[in-house]
């Protein structure tokens, strides 16, 4: 397994839909081990793979959930549906998402409470489940990451303003920029080590949320 560089804001594969899979060999295999191995270095909750230049419906995730769904999977060629956002804004203190391709950037956004998810495995198996809580959050915005949208995209007029200006400050916006997990520093400050109820209550603040 390798850790793969991830890219930032502005890399054009990250801001259009990515390409159904349609070839389940060793090829695909590799790359969602390898999603895994940069996911876990990143200390990410989601990973697609679009965040690592692939542009295919692919995403990863390592996040506990009380949803009886293994902690750790993967999806191929998903479709998630949701139940309805929930009206006005949303709580700086419970709602805030940040992205391991806006590094070291979080910003509020509501989210549906519910996710209904289909799609398969490395196999060609089917694989179904409903998502709660964070862990449907985390697979909105995996899922958005494959239709070419970031999560700073739907922020609303005021957040919006601030997520741009995060770009612009960290010369964002333009193809080229990538960070490497487990070399470059830790863009959300996490400690190398986090027990996993630790990692949970952090990654509703600052983390990574599928993408």
Not at 129 to 158: I, K, P, S
Request: glycine letters at 10%; a negative charge.
């Amino acid at each position: 397994m390798t850790v793969r560089p991830i890219v930032i804001s502005g890399e054009p594969v990250l801001h259009r839909s990515a390409a159904l899979v349609t070839a389940f060999d060793e090829d695909l295999r590799t790359l969602v081990d390898d999603m895994h191995e940069t996911n876990i270095a990143a200390n990410g909750v989601g990973l697609a793979a679009p965040q690592v230049g692939v542009g295919l419906r692919v995403f990863v995730w390592k996040m506990p959930n009380d949803d009886g769904v293994p902690e750790s999977g993967h999806i191929i060629n998903p479709t998630v549906t949701t139940s309805k956002v929930p009206q006005g804004r949303p709580d700086p203190d419970e709602e805030t998402e940040g992205c391991l391709s806006v590094p070291g950037e979080s910003f509020p956004l509501r989210r549906a409470e519910r996710s209904h998810v289909v799609g398969l495995d490395v196999d060609g198996n089917r694989v179904e489940f409903d998502a709660t809580g964070w862990f449907a959050r985390c697979m909105q915005h995996e899922y958005d990451h494959l239709n070419g949208t970031l999560y700073v995209d739907r922020l609303d007029e005021r957040q919006s303003k601030k997520a741009k200006k995060a770009v612009r400050r960290n010369g964002w916006g333009t193809p080229g920029h990538s960070w490497m997990p487990g070399v470059d520093a830790d863009p959300f400050g996490h400690d190398e080590v986090e027990d996993a109820d630790d990692a949970h209550a952090h990654h509703g603040e600052h983390d990574e949320l599928a993408g």
